[in-house]
């Protein structure tokens, strides 16, 4: 039996980490410069475990959602 959520050690434990993974993942799928994509807006959902940054770039907006334990990038929605 594996521990809850709460009982398992984040690898994304800061704000800055997720950000971080976020600009990552975005780089990679729409090849974009990090130094082009701006942090507008970050949340962190206790009861899930995962953080939420939504991220801007020229005429374009995503939200990116993370696994804090897993420290992955679970979807990226286009908004």
């Known amino acids: 039996m594996s521990?809850?959520?709460g009982l398992m050690k984040r690898r994304l434990e800061t704000e800055e980490?997720?950000?971080s993974l976020a600009i990552s993942g975005i780089t990679k799928k729409f090849k974009v410069k990090p130094k082009?994509?701006?942090c507008l807006e970050t949340k962190y959902?206790?009861?899930s475990g995962d953080w939420y940054v939504a991220l801007g770039w020229e005429e374009k907006r995503a939200i990116v959602k993370m696994d804090s334990v897993l420290a992955i990038i679970t979807e990226i929605k286009e908004i």
Do not use: L
Request: hydrophobic share 25%; net charge negative; proline share 8%.
């Open 17 to 19: 980490s997720s950000i």
């Open 45 to 47: 959902d206790n009861d």
């Open 36 to 38: 082009e994509i701006e």
């Open 3 to 5: 521990p809850g959520i």
